[in-house]
């Protein structure tokens, strides 16, 4: 079930039993597309990729930080509904190491168990939580995910 490294074209996914994962989602609006293409453009000029990648990454994390967009996790309800999907599986997929909800995005620590895909993980706490969001929230539950990975 572990699917080794693989990569959804943007950062890559160590999917191994007992690996410990680091893993960043935030919410839709958090960082708008387009100030990313922009920031992509400005670092055309950097030749090592390696480089370029990691300078993206620092810019995303500084807007994420900033607290853009609704900052829907700032409402504690909402927040509730992402420690919930967290816990839930904690020693029967994962163990839960480390987590922290900040206003538009989520940081967990987690050691993946054998048996047990990291996507698959990820997609039960983000799916799950979008719909329960949007409920609560009274907008269309199939809106679409209210989260991405960064």
Not at 13 to 38: A, E
Not at 102 to 127: E, T
Request: glycine share 6%; net charge neutral; charged share 30%.
């Amino acid at each position: 079930m572990n699917r080794g490294i693989h990569s959804r074209g943007y950062l890559p996914h160590w999917d191994f039993k007992n690996s410990v994962q680091g893993i960043t989602f935030r919410l839709f609006d958090s960082v708008p597309k387009d100030v990313i293409l922009k920031w992509k453009r400005e670092l055309e000029s950097i030749e090592d990729e390696a480089i370029r990648k990691e300078e993206l990454q620092r810019k995303i994390a500084r807007y994420e930080d900033a607290g853009m967009g609704e900052c829907l996790l700032a409402d504690p309800a909402c927040a509730v509904v992402i420690r919930d999907k967290l816990v839930a599986d904690d020693s029967a997929t994962y163990k839960l190491l480390e987590w922290c909800i900040m206003p538009d995005h989520v940081h967990i620590l987690i050691k993946l168990l054998p048996d047990h895909s990291l996507s698959g993980i990820v997609q039960k706490w983000k799916g799950g939580s979008s719909m329960e969001i949007n409920g609560f929230l009274k907008r269309d539950p199939r809106r679409g995910s209210l989260l991405q990975m960064p």
